[in-house]
């Protein structure tokens, strides 16, 4: 009498396990859907924050000449200010000045202006290296922060870039046969104690005005000759 029993035990341990089987495939799927889940959503999380960062960047950079903008140039101006008046650290501020720009956009039109912006932008940060920036300030002026450096340093480096412009608008037929030159006047300016971003700024332009006085196409640096 006790073997039906054991038979009817027997079935039911079987469906019993069938069952628990059963829901652990179940689980199993639903554990692999919702890992799926999740990694799409870290994917999705990823792209979402290197879209994000893109975009930073992108408002921080001049769409013309793909250097740092002003907005970019005034963040950084700012904590370059506070971190060497906290370190008692040096660098310099330059403002350079494409010479008669407005005869290349009158004489040859806004696409050869704008490949010669290009071109000095690009000619500016060939030049540059680590922690120094190249940003466009506005119209056809640029703005170079350059830490870490004395300023006949800086002024040794602007004369450089100076003559490498030259070459470029020397190899440019447009310009020899518009009878045009395309040169650009430097202005620096060394961080001082007690300087505010309004007095570096004024002290940098004062320069490049000095260097637009003398004739344009040269480097004038304060404390310098």
Known sequence: SDTPTEDIDGQDVKALLGQLINESQKMSVVSTRL?????????????LNEELEHAR???LLDPLTSVANRRAFENRIRTQIEEASDTGGRFCLVLADLDEFKAVN???????GDQV????ASTLF??????????????????????????????NLMVTVKHQFEQVRAST???????????????IAPFKSRRTVE???????TALNKAKS?????????GLF
């Not at 890992?35 to 792209?47: F, I, N, Y």
């Not at 060939?126 to 800086?154: C, H």
């Not at 037929?173 to 202005?187: D, I, N, R, V």
């Open 35 to 47: 890992t799926d889940g999740l990694r799409k959503s870290q994917e999705r999380a990823q792209k």
């Open 57 to 59: 960047r992108q408002s």
């Open 106 to 112: 009158d004489n040859l039109g806004h696409q050869a």
């Open 117 to 120: 912006l290009k071109k000095f």
């Open 126 to 155: 060939e030049n540059t290296k680590g922690q120094d920036l190249v940003a466009r300030y506005g119209g056809d002026e640029f703005a170079i922060i350059l830490p870490n450096i004395d300023v006949m340093s800086a002024y």
């Open 173 to 187: 037929s447009q310009f020899h046969a518009a009878k045009l030159e395309a040169t650009a006047s430097f202005g």
């Open 199 to 205: 007095d570096l700024i004024t002290a940098a332009d």
């Open 214 to 222: 003398l004739g344009r196409n040269r480097v004038c640096a304060e």
